[in-house]
Each structure stands twice: as structure tokens, then as C-alpha cells.
């Protein structure tokens, strides 16, 4: 076919715009509000719902915010999560122990940060590695701050993914919070399988994303695994964002 009359595929195009946005820096003084309370205090999603937006949202999607929430977007650790949602997901991840982590689309940092944060409340973490296909500005600053941490810059759908899996071997828990896009995430959730414990999916219930509430369908449909949703909304929105966790039942069985 004649290069030049080809037309970008949705998923070539949706990645050029990708690589055009910016990485913003992010207050990581603000993770103090996490390592200053008691890991009790951590584990109620109550808790967690009050803290998220004192961490700082993202603005990016200010739309799809409750107006009572814009005055957090735009700050802190820029999360790009509902805190009604992230809240009681949090709360969930600190009764299962979690050993190693991966997030797979960390735009500003914000969510990788909050959870690494909170999981080493409980139990410090093996290693965590934030995944995107943009750089990130705030993982180096964070690196330094905590050498668990890394930071790899590489696409989900590349060889480089997979060597990545290889090299750790196994990580506890994985978060695909990447492009929402029904075959990458279903191949993301194939390629973690054999490496993952337990894997949490952005995204599930969001009305934009209705390939990734399919994978979802189907994910809980498989044997072996126990599935958790964080699916609340916000009044008149919507319904945006949604997690969802699924559990191996072997790991399950680990913590009796
Ligand atoms: C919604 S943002 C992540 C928000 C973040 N988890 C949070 O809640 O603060 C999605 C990110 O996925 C990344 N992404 C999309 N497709 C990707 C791919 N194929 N490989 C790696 N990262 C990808 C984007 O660059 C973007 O930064």
C-alpha cells in the first residue's frame, strides 16, 4: 500500500497522542500524609476516601470530577482516581500482604506513588515498578527517596514488557491502569498471567471504555481466580473509572 495514503490505525494514533503529552512534576512531600498514620488508620476505606484528595488529583479529566473534588485536581500527586473508589481498593490491598507491585500506566506518578506508600505501611515491598509509555518526571526524584522503586519506560505491547515479566518473575500485584482499550488490555491481562498474583484493572463500570467493562465480564467468568469491584459513583456522573480486583485463588489460600 502507498505509505503516504495510509491511514493511522485508532491505536497508532491514540499513541502518537500519547507520546505528544507532557509529564508533570508532582508534590512527593505530600506522601506524608500516608507514612504519618498508623497502619490501622490506613486500613479503613473511610479513612482512605478523606485522605486521597488531600494527596492531590489529577485535572486532566476535571470533567468527570465532582465539583466538590476540583479543588484537589491539580495538585499533589496528581492521582487520576475516584478517592470513593481508590479508597476501599486501598483498604482491600492492605489486608492481603501484597509482596511486589506493578503498575502499568502511571502517567504522573499519582496512583503508583499513593499505593507504594501505603502498601509499605504494612509490610515493605520486595520491589515496585511503575511501567508508561511516556517518561515520568517524578520516578527519579522517587527513586532516590526509595530504592525499592524503579521506573521503566517502554510500551506494554513490546518485547521489552515481556523481558521485564521475566526478569522479576513473579510480582504480588499488578495494576493496569494503561490505554482502556478492549484487545491491549485483554493482551496485557494474558501476558501478566503467568507473572501476577493478583491483577486490578482501571476502568470496569466507565462508560467511555466499554472494551474494558468486556474483559472484565470475561475475566470473571475464568476459573481460579475471586473478583473484588470498586464501581461507586458520584452523584449525576457518569458512571466513570471502576476497579477492578482479581485475585488468584492459590494466593488466596497463602494467607489462610
Ligand atoms: C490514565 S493514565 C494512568 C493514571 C495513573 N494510573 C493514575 O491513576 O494516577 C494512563 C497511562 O497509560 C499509559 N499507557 C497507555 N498505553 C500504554 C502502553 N501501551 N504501554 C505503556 N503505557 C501506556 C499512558 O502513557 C498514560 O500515562
Redesign the pocket.
Known sequence: MDEVARQPSVQES??RL?KG?RPRAVDLARLALIQQQPAEWLAQPDHLVTLLPQLGL?DEGLAEFPPALHGSCGQGL????YPIQFGPYLAQLARLQVRSYL??????????LATVALLERFRPLDFAVG????PCAAMTEYQAINPRSRFAC????SAE?TALLQQYGTVDLV?I????EEN?CRREFAALVPYANMIAF?DISNIGCPGIAKVWQEIKALPGWTCHEYTEQYPGLGPYMGIGLAIKNSRLDELG
Open positions: 491514540a499513541w500519547l503529552l489529577n496528581r492521582i487520576w482516581q503498575e502499568l500506566g502511571i502517567r504522573h506518578g499519582g496512583s503508583y511501567v508508561d509509555i511516556i517502554l510500551n506494554s505491547q514488557f495494576f491502569d494503561s490505554h482502556h491491549q482501571h
